[in-house]
């Protein structure tokens, strides 16, 4: 079956701007994640959804971020006001359930000129 | 404060050998376990995890070791193969380790090279 998917695969964007990152868990998935990988760095837990709420966000770095999956199943990570610090791989992990093997997609690669 | 950590950034090894990739961790509330390879360009792919419960998890040629009262893990690959060259990345997650429900904290990740 398919795996997680990712879109777009690279965003190049100015200082200010405002971005939208797309993910596509595996089908029949509950739990979906958001992580952040800087040069040189692991990935870094952003959020985590269980269905259709945010059951914790506890590692979104500021109030210009923000992530919604209003059906349950695909997720935007939406990135306000972005700065060149805000560029780096942004990936995307769904589970089966709380607890379970994550699987991830391939990651947006965000540059923030 | 790094709570997983990778302290060999990198790791050359030869065909055939045995690779050894060495994972600490400090939170004593992580209880379970995994291991990442990621090659460039691409997500990072699950390998093999193992619960608290236990102190071995072997799956053909990965074995992962908990050592629980040394806070330690480690992967071992045998024999080693070129398409194990990759950089491999350690994490953990626990119900009440803090930093997000279930979301995984991860080490800096090591290169392991695969020498022909």
């Known amino acids: 079956g398919a795996g997680v998917s990712q879109t777009p695969s690279n965003k190049v964007t100015e200082k200010g701007k405002y971005v939208e990152l797309r993910c596509d868990p595996i089908?029949?998935?509950?739990?979906l994640y958001w992580y952040r990988q800087s040069l040189g760095q692991g990935p870094e837990f952003l959020i985590y959804f269980q269905g259709t709420g945010a059951a914790d966000d506890s590692g979104l770095p500021n109030d210009r971020f923000f992530a919604v999956r209003p059906e349950g199943s695909v997720s935007t990570l939406k990135i306000q006001r972005t700065e060149r610090g805000d560029s780096a791989v942004y990936l995307c992990?769904?589970?089966?359930?709380?607890?379970?093997?994550?699987?991830f997609g391939p990651g947006t690669r965000l540059l923030v000129l | 404060d790094q709570q997983v950590k990778q302290n060999s950034p990198s790791l050359s090894v030869q065909e055939g050998r045995i690779s050894i990739l060495n994972c600490d961790y400090t939170?004593?509330?992580?209880?379970?376990f995994l291991w990442y390879k990621k090659y460039p360009a691409e997500g990072p792919t699950f390998l093999i995890s193992i619960s608290s419960i236990k102190d071995k998890n072997e799956d053909g040629r990965f074995t992962v070791f908990l050592n629980k009262s040394a806070k330690h893990l480690s992967l071992h690959i045998v024999p080693s193969q070129p398409g194990d060259s990759a950089v491999y990345f350690c994490?953990?997650?626990?119900?009440?380790?803090?930093?997000?429900?279930?979301?995984?904290?991860f080490g800096k990740g090591t290169h392991l090279i695969i020498q022909p």
């Open positions: 939170n004593s509330m992580f209880d379970y």
């Open positions: 089908s029949g998935h509950t739990a």
């Open positions: 994490a953990a997650s626990g119900l009440h380790s803090g930093g997000g429900a279930d979301g995984l904290t």
């Open positions: 992990a769904s589970s089966g359930g709380a607890q379970e093997t994550q699987y």
